[in-house]
């Protein structure tokens, strides 16, 4: 009989553990008439200016991920890959470990649009 109530409860902490994940954000996309490698540096260039510590950032993949310490925690994914002459961003946040929602992510999108000298 006890080997039932541990098994219960093993079988309990699993499925609560499944919904303890969170959920990953919806990206915003955005693209600018510059090239990849101007805007990754751009990009990654705002987001240290900002406060954001860089923990990865990889030119050839076109990723960088970086946190920001101020409660209650921030983190930013940035991807941009070359389509022809224009550069594609992705940019993901989150904000105490739940995602935040993309159009939160507007403002930063515009002040990198700013940094490229790109009309709107």
Do not use: K
């Not at 990206?27 to 990754?40: G, M």
């Not at 920001?68 to 550069?87: D, I, K, Q, T």
């Not at 002040?111 to 009309?119: G, K, M, N, P, Y």
């Amino acid at each position: 009989m006890r080997v039932i109530h541990w098994a219960a409860a093993g079988l309990l902490l699993l499925m609560l553990s499944g919904c303890a994940t969170t959920p990953p954000p919806e990206p915003r996309e955005l693209v600018y008439p510059v090239p990849a490698e101007d805007t990754f540096r751009a990009a990654v260039s705002l987001m240290i200016e900002q406060g954001y510590v860089v923990r990865h950032a990889d030119l050839s993949l076109g990723r960088a991920e970086g946190v920001l310490a101020r409660w209650p925690g921030y983190r930013l994914v940035l991807e941009v890959n070359e389509v022809g002459r224009e550069s594609h961003v992705r940019i993901s946040a989150w904000r105490g470990g739940q995602p935040l929602p993309p159009n939160r992510l507007d403002p930063w999108l515009v002040a990198l649009q700013s940094r490229l000298e790109v009309a709107p």
